[in-house]
């Protein structure tokens, strides 16, 4: 069985790897695919040419300290990381009740 991908799409010219870039293998091509050696998990991936990179937020760690969390690591995504979008709606594996815009591909330029 598969599951849903979350992907966070950032701009290309604003996105580098800090840490195990070592460990990144490219599978270039009409879609390119990042993903570490070591673990076997996906980096990123995008569109030959587009202007951006979708990661996996699974990839990061998110440090938000708050009074209800001192130690500030948690794996609740920070609202300008939640999705905000359906892209390839049509190959879904299950419907989604909620209010965000469902796309068959991704948008064009604008």
Known sequence: AAAEVHLVAVPKAGFEITA??????????DFSYGFCTECGGGVKQHPKGAPFVATFPVCYKIEDPSEINPCGVTSKLP????????????NRLF????????????PGPA
């Open 20 to 29: 195990g870039k070592e460990f990144l293998k490219e599978q270039p091509g």
């Open 79 to 90: 609202k300008d990381l939640q999705p905000q979008i359906h892209f390839n709606y049509e």
């Open 95 to 106: 419907d989604w009740n909620d209010d965000l815009p469902k796309c068959v591909a991704l």
